[in-house]
């Protein structure tokens, strides 16, 4: 930062205090429902869902074995195999957003090719494991469910476009592959990796059960002996360091941009008039998606913050269906991600990709709207 | 000279490969040249979609994680002979 940049952020910062109208009542109501709205998520879901969501996400980027999902978006794999795997595999592969583009680049260019590779872009942000239980913990889980599913459907049709579209390019890439098989086996079956998620997701849903104090105790207890045998007993001391630093690694990653984004969320409902959100995404007519899911796509949304964010809006009087619609592009589309598709995928192809989002979660959001 | 690439778009996990082949290097002695390779069209050349890759000496070593530092210096050990 140069001195005069410094100096001219310090005198904002300066005339910001002197001047601002700290005991106007929409600063004082902002700040409250900012504080309010923090307050309610520090109380209710990090304990209960976001450290036992980490924990899990931490241990699918230890303990899952990724090569053999990786092997399936290959050149060779067939098409009714690759599409399936590439709309789940973002759960598992991309724990953290920042690595989806490579991975879309590689299928793109060097794997399954050009279908499958849209198909993993869409729903690599949107099925993260973290966003959908947050979701579900906060928003209820027939919202969880919709979102996963209608993410999943969307991307394969969207796969399938783009593939029909331009089906000139996948024969280039079919000379090479890509490197698997290097990760270092780890030494544990797989029936003891999917107990060791199962287990913890018990923790997490069971934390949220409406049941006997007394039975919930004794579950969760139950759960969480099950985790400490498995750490103890099954698991390497090397790996448990390496579940517990890469869970650390996405808490300071996430954590910070969500307590921003939850603060931001109480202010909107101040600040956002309700008859402004009510005229726009009220009703659930194909008009009001199409406006959440124009909006959502061009809207960055670090991860997770599209919850409290959403959350408000329905609480300003957002429909069911504009809201999963604004789920769906407000995840996997933003002006940013926009500009670097262009860069990778050229003109034609990211135009008629981002197209094709817009319009199959608009029907997405519009079905769901009416039928759930 | 041989070679040790870290591939990545450079976030955390790449700088802490890097840190750990700089260590092991000091440490025993080793000597190769490290490179950093940031952008996603090498890297992919390389056929790693998953960062941090590590090729040494022109062999894709490892990709998606950070190996122990055990690993690594058999691995170095091996391949810079």
Redesign the interface.
């Known amino acids: 930062m140069k001195e005069w940049t410094k100096f001219a952020l310090l005198v904002a910062a300066f005339l910001i205090f002197y001047f601002a109208p700290i005991n106007a009542p929409v600063v004082t109501d902002s700040l409250m429902a900012g504080l309010t709205l923090l307050q309610e998520y520090a109380r209710l879901h990090v304990l209960t869902c976001l450290v036992p969501a980490f924990f899990i996400a931490g241990a699918i980027a230890v303990y899952v074995k990724?090569d053999a999902v990786?092997k399936l978006l290959g050149p060779t794999t067939k098409k009714y195999i690759a599409y399936p795997i590439a709309s789940i595999s973002g759960g598992i592969?991309a724990v953290c957003s920042?690595?989806i583009?490579?991975?879309f680049?590689?299928?793109y260019?060097?794997?399954a090719g050009i279908g499958p590779a849209v198909a993993f872009l869409f729903t690599g942000p949107a099925i993260n494991v973290t966003a959908i239980l947050l979701t579900g913990n906060v928003l209820g889980w027939d919202f969880a469910v919709g979102r996963l599913v209608a993410a999943m459907i969307i991307s394969v049709i969207a796969g399938l476009i783009m593939a029909a579209v331009f089906r000139g390019h996948d024969r280039k890439n079919t000379e090479?592959?890509?490197?698997?098989g290097?990760?270092?086996d780890l030494p544990y079956s797989n029936a003891t990796v999917i107990v060791f998620l199962l287990l913890q997701l018990g923790v997490l849903i069971g934390f949220g059960l409406s049941i006997e104090p007394l039975l919930k105790g004794f579950l969760l207890s139950a759960f969480l002996a099950g985790i400490a045998g498995i750490v103890i007993f099954v698991y390497q001391r090397?790996d448990n360091l390496e579940w517990i630093r890469e869970t650390w690694?996405l808490v300071k990653k996430i954590l910070p941009y969500l307590f921003a984004g939850v603060f931001v969320a109480g202010i909107i409902e101040v600040v956002i008039p309700r008859e402004f959100v009510v005229g726009l995404v009220g009703e659930n007519s194909v008009l009001s998606n199409l406006v959440a899911s124009t909006f959502g796509a061009f809207m960055y949304f670090a991860t997770l913050t599209e919850v409290p964010i959403i959350q408000k809006l329905m609480g300003l009087g957002m429909g069911r269906g504009p809201a999963l619609t604004l789920f769906l592009t407000g995840n996997s589309l933003s002006l940013p991600s926009m500009i670097v598709l262009f860069k990778i995928m050229g003109k034609r192809q990211a135009s008629v990709y981002i197209v094709t989002i817009v319009l199959f979660s608009t029907a997405a959001g519009w079905l769901f709207g009416k039928y759930f | 000279m041989k070679t040790v690439l870290v591939l990545g778009?450079g976030?955390?996990?790449c700088k802490v490969l890097e840190q750990r082949l700089l260590a092991l290097k000091q440490e025993h002695g080793l000597e190769f040249d490290l490179a950093k390779v940031t952008d996603?069209e090498s890297?992919?050349s390389?056929?790693?979609?998953?960062?941090p890759?590590l090729v040494i000496d022109g062999k894709?070593?490892?990709?998606?994680?950070v190996?122990?530092d055990a690993?690594l210096i058999q691995w170095l050990k091996e391949d810079l002979q």
Do not use: N, W
């Open positions: 990724k990786l592969l920042c690595t583009l490579p991975l680049t590689g299928i260019k060097r794997g090479t592959g890509f490197a698997t290097m990760q270092g090397e690694d | 778009t976030y955390s996990k996603l890297i992919l390389h056929g790693i979609m998953m960062t890759g894709v070593r490892s990709v998606g994680t190996p122990r690993q």
